[in-house]
């Protein structure tokens, strides 16, 4: 007989299980709450505009490809690839820095700013790209079961790595701040600050500078909807509107989800809701980790999201643009130690219609604006509105343009919006950092330990934040429910 699974959620990590549930012969249905698939990757169209609601940077192609390779199929299947030149552009308050799409034209621009830098980058990524082999071969395809499955023969080479920190080892080779902003940055997206980031994941930098910035046709959106039609041709069943209210659970094994107030039966459940959540739904006698437990954990930031559709194409931009025109040790402190709204915040600037002329109307400019901030704060309309003023000012002084006579329209999304939309804990965005202690085995686990049968994933588990971890997140789960069921 056929073994039901329910998965809660339908964001990058619910779509990779479901399709390798599929795969390997269970019955699947998905259920996510909201009237629209794809979790924090949602997509906003307005007034001819389309936005990516969260994710925009399409790095590791690799991961993607293999993806699509375990069910026979490419990327190209579904959707086109562009490799992005340049990849993005740095604003400085006194100058900007323009990543190319090769390491020879990245090496002209270090050079530019710091003579001699550029030999010192080719044997940092040179080093970046063992890692990246090691991480991405060995080290993120472990369930994190055990602190043994870190120690193979290329990790116990590299041990120091984990005991470093990226900023110490960016800062031993670069003397430059905007070198090494340009170098530290790539690490946020795993949710810490450089200073709390073991140097082994510089393969960020080899992801970055090695293998570049891509964009698929249409916004990042294309990626959801492929794994969605994925999904269904191998049989998944989708269900939105479908809040799940409930993980019953019977003689200490799940029996099933409650939706809408209908019982679903299953003979297993996954999670891929935000784990924190997800254990809400469980009597409290089934839950694993305490309050407690996820109050002390290093979360992600959150994030300050503008949509804004401009009536004309904006000058001297890039598709990608990052404004570190102020101080970058001061807004991450503001977001780690002491958490505040940001006095004086860097932010990232998104235009897709620059190289994706179909996202915006002819002559119109999409653009999507983010500020990182620490989950947990205050979050007011007035507080949006202040910040909004505050980065159109800036963005307009680094541009040298004038912008805000021509938004046509502004839609905000902040931290209510994290936890009312995707039940995000404290509203974060991307999820739990990956510090050392919060690496591999010391992450929340896949498989639950109270109730037989429940499985958990996404970007909360194994391996951590982002898109591809999270396609690797479910393919670690779908392997293990195969294992014990
Ligand atoms: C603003 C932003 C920018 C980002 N930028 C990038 C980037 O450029 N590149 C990158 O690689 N990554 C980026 N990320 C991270 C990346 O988007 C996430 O790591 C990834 O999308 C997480 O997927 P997930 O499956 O773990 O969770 P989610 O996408 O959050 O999916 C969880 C789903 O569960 C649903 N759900 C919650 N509770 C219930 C319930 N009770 N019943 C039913 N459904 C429920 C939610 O609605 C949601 O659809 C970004 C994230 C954000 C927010």
Redesign the pocket.
């Known amino acids: 007989m056929q073994k039901k699974v329910a998965i809660?959620?339908?964001?990058?990590?619910?779509?990779?299980a479901a399709c390798y549930l599929s795969k390997l012969g269970y019955g699947v249905t998905v259920?996510?709450?909201?009237e629209t698939?794809?979790?924090?990757?949602?997509q906003l169209v307005r007034e001819g505009f389309t936005f990516d609601?969260?994710?925009?940077?399409?790095?590791?192609p690799d991961i993607f490809d293999k993806f699509f390779a375990d069910f026979g199929k490419k990327t190209s299947d579904f959707y086109h690839l562009d490799k992005l030149d340049p990849a993005y552009k740095i604003f400085f308050s006194d100058d900007s820095i323009t990543i190319g799409d090769s390491m020879e034209k990245i090496c002209q621009e270090f050079e530019r700013i710091e003579k001699g830098s550029s030999e010192h980058l080719v044997e940092f990524i040179s080093k970046a790209q063992e890692n990246y082999d090691i991480a991405i071969n060995k080290v993120v395809l472990r369930p994190g079961l055990s602190p043994f499955e870190l120690v193979t023969k290329e990790t116990i080479l590299k041990v120091d790595q984990f005991f470093k920190t990226i900023r110490g080892e960016v800062r031993k080779r670069f003397k430059n701040p905007k070198l090494i902003a340009s170098l530290e940055f790539p690490v946020l997206?795993l949710g810490a600050k450089p200073s709390k980031t073991p140097a082994f994941y510089s393969f960020m930098n080899f992801a970055d500078f090695g293998l570049g910035t891509w964009h698929p046709k249409g916004g990042?959106y294309e990626i959801i909807s492929a794994m969605a039609n994925l999904a269904e041709e191998l049989g998944v069943t989708i269900c939105t509107n479908?809040?799940?209210?409930k993980i019953r659970v019977k003689d200490n094994s799940t029996i099933g989800i409650t939706?809408n107030g209908s019982p679903f039966d299953a003979d297993i459940v996954l999670?891929?809701?935000?784990y924190h959540?997800?254990e809400t739904?469980l009597d409290a006698e089934y839950r694993q980790y305490s309050e407690a437990y996820w109050d002390h954990k290093v979360f992600a930031p959150s994030?300050l999201?503008f949509y804004v559709g401009f009536d004309k194409k904006l000058q001297n931009i890039e598709h990608h643009n990052l404004f570190f025109d102020t101080d970058f040790e001061q807004h991450t402190q503001e977001i780690y130690d002491d958490p505040k709204w940001p006095r004086e915040p860097l932010f990232y600037a998104n235009f897709p219609s620059v190289t994706d002329g179909g996202m915006a109307p002819q002559g119109c400019e999409t653009g999507f604006f983010?500020v990182p901030l620490a989950p947990g704060l205050e979050d007011t309309p007035a507080l949006r509105n202040k910040y909004f003023d505050l980065i159109m000012a800036r963005f307009e002084k680094n541009t040298l343009q004038k912008i805000t006579p021509n938004i046509m329209f502004m839609e905000s999304?902040c931290l209510k919006d994290?936890v009312e939309?995707?039940?995000?804990y404290k509203g974060n965005?991307?999820?739990m950092a990956n510090t050392l202690k919060q690496t591999a085995f010391m992450r929340p686990k896949l498989k639950s330990k109270k109730v037989k049968s429940l499985y958990f994933?996404?970007?909360?588990?194994v391996p951590g934040?982002?898109?591809?971890?999270?396609l690797i997140?479910?393919k670690l789960v779908s392997e293990l429910i195969a294992r014990f069921n």
């Open positions: 809660i959620g339908s964001g990058f990590s619910s779509l990779s259920f996510e709450k909201n698939i794809g979790g924090r990757a949602r609601m969260g994710p925009s940077w399409y790095w590791m997206f990042m479908a809040p799940v209210e939706t999670s891929g809701a935000d959540h997800s739904l994030s999201l983010l999304f994290f939309q995707y039940n995000a965005a991307y999820g994933t996404g970007q909360l588990t934040p982002g898109v591809p971890p999270s997140s479910g």
